[in-house]
């Protein structure tokens, strides 16, 4: 087990003797992003610990929550505690005798690696669950997305202390920005900021800008939303363009503050 000296609950920790190559000799302070085992409890038996940021924790455990199926919506859980230990964070879910006993039949026992994507799926099926997605074909301006890619650098606090972390956004149709969550796993990000979308107005017209690659199952988690737009600074892979096409989201990958690739439903984005 690691020492508890080298756990940290707060999301950032201040080194005061780091050592630059261009003056080795000289000391100086610098912000580094934390990393905490975050356990996540239901009903009182551990489900999985997650490697992740010590903030937004009830964004995060109502995100998780959600996209990976252990409850059906908002309403199935009834409370949340965060105890922060020596040796990491527990929250402490509770959820619905329904949902609970569900989750029984899904044995899952890890510890999640920063940037975990399956958390444990026992199953392809679990693995490759498809949401249900609402029909609606609302239309982007590729003016208001790169308004929205210029918003999303600015606002990334964390980021700009640490150089360490990914973020997640919801912008309005018009580039504005509405949400944004921080994380040291790309994953944890994404689940921080459905977790508050969740319990904000998202509207059918907004959309995600993501600041990593776009994975499979960043694509399914933003159905969820029944959101119809993905903004991914890096590359997508395969399999997230074939699943956004088939759940009629577009998929854009290497943006940038001039330019960006689409890769699925171009007919929504108006020049």
């Known amino acids: 087990m690691i020492s508890s000296?080298?756990?940290?609950?707060?999301?950032?920790?201040?080194?005061s003797k780091v050592h630059k190559s261009s003056s080795i000799k000289d000391e100086v302070q610098e912000d580094i992003a934390e990393e905490t085992p975050i356990a996540l409890i239901y009903n009182g038996i551990s489900h999985v610990v997650m490697m992740g940021s010590p903030s937004d924790l009830e964004?995060?455990?109502?995100?998780?929550?959600?996209?990976?199926?252990?409850?059906?919506?908002?309403?199935?859980?009834?409370s949340i505690e965060i105890n922060r230990k020596d040796d990491g964070i527990e929250l402490n879910i509770k959820i619905s005798s329904e949902c609970f006993a569900r989750l029984k039949e899904v044995r899952r026992n890890l510890t999640g690696r920063t940037g975990c994507g399956l958390c444990g799926a026992e199953s392809l099926s679990q693995a490759m669950r498809i949401p249900e997605v609402s029909i609606s074909n609302p239309q982007f301006y590729s003016k208001h997305i790169l308004?929205?890619?210029?918003?999303?650098?600015?606002?990334?606090?964390l980021q700009k202390k640490t150089g360490a972390t990914h973020a997640s956004a919801v912008f309005t149709a018009k580039g504005e920005i509405k949400i944004i969550r921080e994380d040291v796993g790309r994953h944890i990000a994404l689940d921080k900021l459905?977790?508050?979308?969740?319990?904000?107005?998202?509207?059918?017209?907004?959309?995600?800008?993501?600041?990593?690659?776009?994975s499979y199952e960043m694509v399914q988690k933003i159905a969820y939303f029944n959101l119809k737009l993905l903004v991914a600074i890096s590359a997508p892979t395969g399999l997230a363009i074939r699943m956004a096409e088939s759940l009629g989201i577009t998929?854009?990958?290497?943006?940038?503050?001039?330019?960006?690739?689409?890769?699925?439903?171009?007919?929504?984005?108006?020049?």
């Open 147 to 157: 308004k929205a890619l210029k918003n999303f650098s600015n606002n990334q606090k």
């Open 59 to 78: 964004d995060f455990a109502v995100g998780f929550s959600v996209t990976e199926g252990v409850v059906n919506d908002l309403s199935d859980i009834y």
């Open 5 to 15: 000296k080298f756990i940290q609950t707060k999301e950032t920790v201040t080194l």
């Open 251 to 271: 998929l854009i990958g290497f943006a940038r503050e001039a330019r960006y690739t689409i890769y699925s439903h171009n007919q929504r984005i108006i020049e």
């Open 194 to 214: 459905i977790g508050a979308s969740l319990k904000a107005k998202i509207s059918e017209s907004d959309f995600v800008i993501t600041s990593s690659r776009a």
